[in-house]
């Protein structure tokens, strides 16, 4: 079986409030959020302004994903040489650059980059909010803050989209690019008021660990990555999949486009008003009891939307795959951050956000194959039986245990 995550620090709860950090581990999360999700649906529309094809401008859209796919690892060393205070701060600035870019240009080619670099920022910012909050929250409190974390970044993806329609209205579509700069420039400066985490002490005769490297960190938990941390990669699939799956199944039963805009909102506002509740099950309970439903009820959700027939009975399958995915807010991030060493965190969150990553790339990639060589009823399916998979996996590598952050079964030998 797996080897066993580092122990947890001793990190007493006496005195300690998530209220006392919202602002400074929360407030970035939500500007960056509102600020992605402003641009995201005007980024394409940009593109083709420019002379994009469509395939082209929906290249424009991938090209985010892939900044932040191919940076999570340059990411890990940012955090490790600067810090995670001003890995955030960098973060902010350099995607606010890469949307005025994007606003100021009239080159497609130019506009692509803009769009990496905003992609980039993402890796990085990522990372180091989730190795911050690792390590400056006591580890039973730590589901609950991480699920928060990803509960308001998603509010913020909710509420930017609405912001940037208001501001497209009246200003134009570059007006949504400004809407993002306004928000990630926000974040950074909030970012910069963190305060700085000091290094864990070395016990009394003990030596400084060697210098710890991306290599290095492969090795030392290489049974991890393959064991739960292939779990992690089908539970990114499964979620990247769902955003496609509800406006595709809609179209597929001719539902109009309000309707199906209606039903995915719904799908998305139960997906946020689980995840403080989730996090608190997984900190008292333990992760085994929220990151198993969660997949088991998207699995059943995505296996019964093929066999709706209209309005209701897509909305219940969307509800279902809505709530799943809410309960599992920030559930990735907790069991990375359970298993990730003192020295040498961000490394390993790296490579467990770039595990992530790839499973997000491929989810929806695997449910386009199938859709059109079978059917997109058997895509969906197909994703369904995933989110199925993933839920053994998980199963059968988090344990029973309730302590909170224990997230892996002991090796036995």
């Known amino acids: ?166 501001a497209v209205h009246f200003l134009g579509l570059s007006a949504a690019f400004g809407v993002g700069i306004v928000a990630v420039t926000c974040a950074a400066a909030v970012g910069a008021r963190i305060p700085d985490l000091e290094g864990p002490p ?64 719904l799908s998305g506002g139960i997906d946020m008003l689980v ?12 992760r085994r009891w929220v990151a198993v439903p969660s997949m088991l009820i998207m699995g059943a959700g995505l296996l019964l939307m093929p066999l709706s027939i209209g309005f209701v009975t897509l909305l219940l399958a969307a509800l279902a795959i809505g709530f799943g995915n809410g309960i599992g807010s920030g559930m990735n991030m907790t069991l990375g951050a359970d298993h990730s060493p003192r020295h040498g965190r961000a490394h390993f969150l790296g490579v467990w956000r770039l595990m992530s990553d790839i499973g997000s790339s491929c989810g929806p990639a695997l449910l386009s194959f199938l859709a059109g060589t079978m059917s997109l009823a058997a895509g969906i399916a197909s994703t369904g039986l995933i989110a199925i998979v993933a839920a053994g996996i998980l199963a059968y590598w988090i344990p029973h245990g309730a302590a909170a952050g224990s997230s892996i079964r002991k090796k036995t030998s």
């Open 202 to 265: 070395l016990p009394a005769g003990q030596t400084a660990p060697a210098t710890v490297t991306v290599i290095s960190t492969l090795k030392d938990h290489r049974r991890v990555f393959l064991t739960l941390g292939m779990g992690v990669l089908l539970v990114s699939a499964v979620r990247a999949s769902r955003q496609a799956v509800i406006p595709l199944w809609a179209d597929h039963l001719a539902l109009a486009p309000a309707v199906a805009s209606l039903i995915y909102g």
């Open 1 to 166: 079986m797996s080897s066993a995550p580092a122990t947890p620090e001793p990190s007493t709860p006496d005195g300690f409030s998530l209220k006392k950090i919202a602002l400074p581990a929360f407030g970035p999360s939500l500007l960056f959020g509102l600020g992605e999700g402003a641009i995201l649906p005007i980024v394409p529309l940009v593109a083709r302004d420019l002379g994009a094809s469509v395939p082209m401008a929906a290249m424009m859209v991938a090209l985010i994903s892939i900044g932040s796919l191919l940076n999570n690892i340059p990411a890990s060393l940012i955090t490790m040489r600067w810090g995670e205070r001003w890995a955030i701060v960098a973060a902010g600035i350099w995607s606010a650059l890469g949307m005025a870019i994007c606003v100021m240009t009239t080159h497609l080619g130019v506009f692509a980059a803009g769009c990496f670099m905003v992609g980039m920022s993402q890796a990085v910012y990522n990372l180091a909010r989730q190795s911050y909050l690792t390590e400056a929250v006591p580890v039973m409190y730590r589901a609950r803050a991480l699920s928060t974390l990803g509960g308001v970044m998603r509010i913020g993806m909710f509420v930017g989209p609405f912001l940037a329609a208001a």
């Open 275 to 286: 995840f403080y509740p989730a996090g608190k099950v997984m900190d008292q309970k333990g």
